[in-house]
């Protein structure tokens, strides 16, 4: 088996390493909110890549993963889940490296073969991912070798009923996708399509209550040492939301929209609103939670929430990002 040779990582790398207690040979590469977060980990074991961000930012992947990894070649890459801001960066990495072994969680995996993107949810949502293959799956209640370490493979329904977390026991380390992040979780895709999922969010984050990490990799947002206070707050975000679930609905419906206009960064008025009218997933959320109201009305007040907030801004005919 190819082993790496050992790289020095950058000053703030080592540093970051030893007050969180890293596994070694580990790099986390904290990116923007289109794309998730990457897991770079390097060692005897192999090399290997979680989670390979959005589409349009499949260059930068390439990039990043090879300046971590200098002349290594790449060996494994894994996704938590296959929303597009986690995986779409799989077609170019595979690309770059011919030889690459990806595993997804088996939840999804009889749709990837065919590629049916409505399926993957990718369609439905108006979001971009292209092809890619894969070689095994990340079961449940299984181990995987990734760099120097032993992770193991845990069950985070909820966000995404197949997606998984990874968790490192000699360090404590939890990568957790878009199950736990510092103030809150990813939105509950499930509810938005009228299942009860909830409850999942909560078995998961009991879950994590369990393993007690010291330290949590989120799919989005800066690394963080896990606490109570923590876990307390994403449990009343959804107790907030069990409430009031047309309260999550709109939310989830704006993280879509802002989604779309961090992708396109400016677009005209009429154009966006008729893009999201026509994207199947936002008449879903309507006539599940807002049946009242006519599509483009929805679509309005959508975006009217977003240009107050100050995450969008209505510049005559156009829409921006802000």
Known sequence: MWRPCPLNPPFEAINLNRMLHLPSGLQVIERGWL?????????????????????????????????????APLEL???????????????????????????????HATYVDPWDAVMLTHKPTGQLCPRFKYQGLLKTGTEVLLGD??????????????????FEPLTRTLISADALWENGFGVVFPELEGQDAFADVDATLNLIERLEPLTVIPGHGRIFAYSDQVLQRS????????????????????????????????????????WAATTSYFELIRSNFFNTLRINEFIDQLISELITSGVAHRDGEHILNA
């Open 235 to 274: 449990k009343q975000r959804l107790a907030a939301f069990t409430a009031n679930p047309t309260k999550h609905a709109r939310h989830g419906a704006k993280v879509l929209l802002k989604f779309k206009l961090l992708e396109l960064q400016m677009e005209e008025y009429s154009t966006f609103k008729s």
């Open 77 to 107: 890459l894994l996704n938590t889940h296959l929303h597009s801001d986690h995986c779409g960066g799989n077609s170019a990495l595979q690309t770059a490296y011919l030889d690459l072994q990806t595993l997804i969680p088996p939840g």
């Open 35 to 71: 794309s998730s977060n990457m897991v770079i980990a390097m060692g005897r074991y192999n090399t290997a890549v979680v989670d390979s961000g959005y589409c349009t930012h499949a260059k930068q992947t390439v990039d990043l993963v090879r300046a971590a990894l200098t002349d």
């Open 149 to 166: 370490n032993s992770w193991q493979i845990h069950s985070a329904a909820g966000h995404d009923p197949h997606s998984v977390v990874l």
